[in-house]
């Protein structure tokens, strides 16, 4: 995704640089990756004014375990299963999610893309409001 996509990290660092932190409204996602021992990334789709960009969201464990105790059962059974088997989680559906997170400043490239992955501080499921 990222290599058909400018990254949002990339554009932020040259045209938002007075932005410590971001709010990630209802990102739609399906899956989720180990990428190291403790460490795991999101990459999805983050429109912003007329564009679209690609977004890389790194965490680690503590923000993965929020993220977690927000999941309901069955989602939950399904991420430990592929935790358990490999790197990339399935999460059996789309959802959306809000992520608090600050800009990273280290640059990542190889064969296909550059990129700055932003730093997850915190990783909600959306839910829609309940009316009362």
Known sequence: MRGLLKDFGIFARSRLADRESFLFDKLVINSFARIGEGRYTIMAVYPYESWEFALSLDFDQPVLNEFMARMDDA????VKTFLEKGDTVELGQEI???????PGKKIFQN???TYIPFEALSIRIW???VDL
């Open 127 to 129: 839910r829609p409001p």
């Open 75 to 78: 989602m939950l059974r399904q």
């Open 96 to 102: 959306e999610i809000n992520v608090r997170a600050i």
């Open 111 to 113: 064969r296909e893309e």
